[in-house]
């Protein structure tokens, strides 16, 4: 049960009462941001919080007062979690997913063997495509989600994601890894070698043989005696790999987690919000709610000559600069006229926000965040978010 004072928004009941939340958002609309104070907010109110991070950009380390981040998980100072926090016994720990290790992780859970977990491991094929393979990113991070779950080490875990063309691939990432091992071109590879591993081609005829020599020539014999090694042993491992991808994908659609979607009010982030919503409707996720970064809010005000006479009485110190009277009623007029440049672009703010409102319906959150002053990069400013993230 949660204490009374620890409930003033939807929002930190999202982040007190689920067990992982999933931030998704395009690039520069301040999802990094997001996650962090979400995962602090927690923390700072008795939950032990992981922040796991798959974004390239790397800026988190920053805000949570670490050098760097990597693969290990690391804690935050507990000193700064807590200064002035609610709850004296909450923990933060971060980590940046390297992709490359969590996919031989993955390797290592699934081979049958220690000595099939080093050849394939070892495998120059396996060492180029376990960093570029399509979706593999994405599952290496889903994997590692199912292991944090698993492990019941943490109360909370905030997944920090690719900008939104990755991370609309984070639903999709077992279904294309499946795809790509399965592919036709992979098959062949998989049949000439004979499905033992051993390294010879019994199964080559004269076609299969003719092209073997043809792609020998651009790539040498060794690289195609690997490839096919390594398609036949990866073959091995692929079903638990799609076992891992299926608890997983359960997982995601469970009432624990939750989806929030991170945007700002330009239309190009506003239709990639719409439309990672779109989807994960379609795949029955959990959606909680919009947070929308960057608003300019309106602030109405007098336009005509008496506001300038108002403006001017305001700032007597514009008086103390020496300016003449002209000079300073041109100021005032400028200063009028810049605000009404940003009332037209709260209205356009205000629009976008009824957007994302409609589409998600009288029970989600749209929680709105004002354009900030200054940059977010450390601990002090991401607890002052919490005042719109949680008012």
Request: contains cysteine.
């Amino acid at each position: 049960m949660l204490r009374a004072d620890l409930v003033p928004s939807a929002l930190l009941d999202v982040v007190m009462e689920r067990r992982i939340v999933v931030c998704v958002g395009s690039g520069g609309v301040g999802k990094t941001t997001t996650a962090a104070t979400l995962a602090l907010a927690a923390a700072r109110r008795g939950r032990r919080t992981l922040v796991l991070t798959i974004d390239p950009a790397r800026r988190l380390a920053n805000s949570l007062g670490l050098e760097s981040l990597g693969h290990k998980v690391q804690q935050v100072d507990p000193a700064l979690v807590r200064q002035g926090a609610p709850s004296q016994t909450g923990e933060l720990h971060a980590m940046m997913l390297d992709q490359k290790q969590a996919f031989d992780e993955v390797v290592q859970t699934h081979a049958r063997d220690p000595i099939a977990v080093a050849r394939i491991l070892s495998n120059p094929v396996y060492a180029q495509i376990s960093g570029s393979l399509a979706g593999a990113q994405e599952y290496a991070a889903m994997a590692k989600i199912h292991d944090f779950d698993k492990a019941g080490t943490w109360d909370l875990i905030v997944v920090d994601t690719p900008p939104t063309a990755h991370a609309l691939d984070f639903l999709d990432a077992p279904k294309k890894l499946s795809d790509a091992i399965d592919s036709p071109a992979i098959e062949w590879f998989r049949k000439l070698q004979g499905g033992g591993g051993g390294g010879g081609w019994s199964l080559v005829g004269k076609t299969g043989g003719f092209v073997l020599k043809r792609l020998a020539k651009f790539v040498g014999t060794k690289f195609i005696d690997d490839l096919g090694v390594f398609f036949t042993e990866f073959n091995d491992i692929l079903g638990g790999f799609r076992q891992r991808a299926e608890e997983t994908f359960a997982l995601l659609r469970q009432p624990r987690v939750g989806f929030l979607l991170v945007a700002s009010p330009e239309p190009m982030a506003v239709r990639e919000a719409l439309a990672f919503h779109a989807r994960l409707r379609a795949a029955s996720m959990p959606f909680v709610g919009f947070v929308v970064n960057k608003l300019y809010l309106s602030r109405p005000a007098r336009t005509d000559a008496g506001a300038v006479a108002q403006l001017l009485a305001a700032h007597p110190g514009v008086t103390a600069l020496g300016l003449s009277g002209t000079t300073r009623t041109m100021a005032a007029q400028e200063l009028i006229a810049a605000h009404g440049e940003i009332e037209t672009l709260a209205i356009a703010d205000h629009a976008a926000l009824g957007q994302l409102q409609a589409a998600g319906g009288p029970g989600a959150l749209v929680v709105q965040v004002p354009m900030q002053r200054d940059d977010v990069h450390d601990v002090e400013r991401l607890v002052g978010l919490e005042t719109f993230l949680f008012a």
